[in-house]
């Protein structure tokens, strides 16, 4: 393994060859756009001007270059935000385009699991199984509108069934089944759902997790539901519910429903980490078009790829991953570890269905790393082309370790956007180069700024992530918000009419983003803003590390504690050697405005369910705040976790350090 990484700032990890610059999907677009438009387009970066410039054309832009049908005449018939109208005279469906995509040559889904053969499952039994499934949600009285849920690991039956439910005009949520029953009550019952698919279990980490008993708890806790759709995958039988197999064995030809525009497609969860998880209602043309730029455009991803993002139905990526279908990709579904029997079987996976797109976190990177695997030489990776990044900031070691040991002619795209979006905002693509911690450059559509607190837009420095105008993916609503009120806070209170992300930022001169963290949890320590994900990427690297957690507190005599949390890693303990290695190493590597003022040894960091720190609720705590009040259980990780934390709160008399 490269355990020393050459790294030069001012240079380039990759560099797109011509190839790349004369036949990805997004110069294609762009030769499109010029011959409509007669407006000269000679690189990405006039396309983006363009595309934020003329946000009306653009879209509309969009539309015809998939043929996504007739003109449909207005596009944006109300641009303020919030309450943007798009295509107000459109009908449509999202799950049109993908049956448009079917084809013999290829299969549809690849399913693989910890063991045995990948299963491949042709576009023709995708369909078929899905139209029976809709036939079946029709017979039971489910409408447009009406909500379907999943409590499903990442496997076929769940593409399936978000399909089918999208086809008849009912509107899909799902949870993964690492969930517990709470967690997944909390947010499918605000639905309250018509129908309930899941499956008996899945196996991970070498072992099977029967769920039956939290199907049943589920089941209990929703009087509305009219039938319950079972699918067996640990073998054993989940009482009064319908078969799957039987259900869909028949096949049939799927029909779908038009519906306007803005007609909700699915519901998707916040973390939830304080009261009841946000419900995020998307409709079915803003995700369409959001999501065929995001694949084709910004992805490069077409019919002649294998597209494997490691997800789960829990986070907004298994949507996205789905997307591969708008443009006639293979999507790969697998619900295991990526990191069992050995910390390289994600790699193992991917070299053998040959995927082209390969989608992970930076945790699992560095996890990686650490292991001391090198993936290129233990693993046949020639097809793939493309390691997608997200979930938190790409560190620079790492985006070289991956050049260096796993391809050096392979794209590597950290992408940042949100659940609110399903997308992103800032990301690669195939016609700019990427330098190593940073992201290429915003998204087409995506009128991206930083911004100081007084709304002014800065370069070189960090700032707050806003959008400035409106993108079709943004919610149509908040579930179970009927003025709006809810929605406006979450995004609109810091800057009237502009969107606020909660992330810090730094565009570059050459364009590229560094992205910090989340603003409401960024450390300022005597008036000097920090990036906890600085913090992390420095230490997290130490092999005696196995995760960090760093607060910023404030204290009631205006002083400000700031702890850094460290879990050692197996065979190593937090010794007053190991804190002058990481204070030493965040000193000269990062400044030494950023030594904490104290390193505690932790048992563990808690995360929500989708892998985000939990760095503001146990700021709370540190503070002193009540932990009911701070942190919904359900929605951690590991909640035994937080009462460490509260216990280590309390023993340092909450709002003053030890």
Not at 214 to 221: C, E, V
Not at 345 to 359: F, H, N, S
Not at 477 to 500: L, N, T
Request: overall charge negative; hydrophobic content about 40%; some cysteine.
């Amino acid at each position: 393994m490269s355990t020393e990484c050459a790294v030069d700032s001012n240079r380039p990890q990759w560099i797109p060859s011509n190839r790349d610059l004369t036949e990805a999907h997004v110069t294609d677009f762009a030769r499109y756009v010029a011959a409509r438009s007669g407006i000269e387009l000679p690189d990405y970066s006039s396309l983006w001007r363009w595309s934020v410039g003329d946000v009306p054309a653009f879209w509309e832009s969009v539309w015809q270059y998939f043929d996504l049908g007739p003109a449909p005449g207005e596009v944006l018939s109300q641009a303020e935000m919030p309450g943007a109208q798009w295509f107000p005279n459109a009908r449509l469906n999202y799950v049109d385009q993908v049956v448009r995509q079917a084809r013999t040559d290829r299969p549809a889904i690849v399913s693989i699991d910890e063991t045995g053969p990948a299963a491949r499952l042709s576009w023709d039994e995708l369909l078929g199984r899905t139209a029976a499934l809709a036939t079946t949600l029709r017979s039971l009285g489910v409408r447009a509108g009406d909500r379907v849920v999943g409590y499903l690991p990442n496997i076929p039956e769940a593409v399936m069934a978000f399909l089918a439910t999208a086809a008849i005009g009912a509107v899909w949520s799902a949870c993964g089944q690492d969930y517990s029953a709470k967690a997944a009550l909390d947010r499918l019952g605000q639905l309250r759902p018509a129908v309930l698919i899941t499956s008996d279990g899945y196996r991970y980490g070498g072992r099977p997790h029967d769920k039956r008993a939290d199907i049943a708890t589920l089941r209990a806790a929703l009087p509305e539901l009219r039938a319950t759709i079972a699918v067996s995958k640990l073998g054993h039988e989940v009482p009064d519910t319908l078969d799957w197999q039987a259900i869909t064995r028949r096949g049939g030809s799927l029909e779908t429903i038009r519906v306007p525009f803005d007609h909700p497609l699915w519901v998707l969860f916040s973390s939830g980490t304080t009261g009841l998880p946000k419900g995020i209602v998307h409709g079915h043309g803003g995700v369409l078009l959001e999501h065929l730029k995001a694949i084709s455009l910004q992805s490069d991803i077409g019919p002649d790829d294998t597209f494997f993002w490691y997800t789960s139905p829990s986070w907004m990526m298994w949507n996205y991953q789905i997307a591969g279908l708008l443009v006639g990709a293979t999507i790969v579904c697998y619900p295991g570890s990526p990191a069992y029997p050995t910390p390289d079987a994600l790699w193992e996976k991917a070299a053998g269905i040959r995927a082209t797109v390969v989608g992970t976190s930076p945790g699992y990177v560095l996890a990686c790393m650490k292991a001391g695997v090198t993936p290129r030489a233990e693993h046949d990776l020639s097809a793939l082309r493309t390691i997608g990044i997200t979930g938190a900031p790409l560190p620079v070691k790492s985006s070289i370790w991956l050049r260096d040991n796993v391809g050096p002619d392979i794209h590597i795209a950290p992408i940042s956007g949100g659940t609110d979006v399903v997308s992103a905002f800032i990301g690669g693509v195939r016609t700019v180069p990427v330098w190593p911690g940073e992201m290429s450059a915003p998204y087409l559509g995506v009128a991206l700024d930083a911004w100081d607190e007084h709304g002014a837009p800065v370069r070189g420095e960090v700032g707050e992530l806003v959008i400035t105008k409106p993108m079709p993916s943004m919610p149509v609503a908040f579930w179970d918000d009927p003025d709006g009120s809810r929605y406006r806070r979450a995004y609109f209170d810091k800057y009237p009419r502009v969107w606020h992300h909660g992330d810090w930022v730094t565009i570059t001169d050459r364009g590229s983003m560094v992205v910090h963290g989340r603003s409401d949890a960024t450390l300022n320590r005597n008036g000097i803003r920090m990036g906890s994900a600085d913090i992390y990427q420095l230490v997290e690297q130490l092999p005696e590390i196995a995760e960090a957690l760093v607060i910023g507190a404030e204290q009631p005599d205006g002083g400000y504690w700031m702890p850094l949390f460290v879990v050692p890693a197996a065979g190593y303990e937090v010794d007053s050697a190991l804190i002058e290695r990481i204070n030493t190493t965040i000193r000269s590597e990062l400044s030494p405005r950023y030594v904490p003022d104290e390193i505690i040894a932790a048992p563990g960091i808690p995360h929500t369910r989708t892998g985000k720190k939990l760095e503001i609720p146990i700021k709370k705590l540190l503070q002193g705040a009540d932990p009911a009040r701070v942190i919904e259980r359900s929605a951690v990780d590991d909640p035994i976790l937080l009462d460490w934390y509260t216990r280590f709160s309390r023993r340092t008399g909450t709002t003053t350090p030890h």
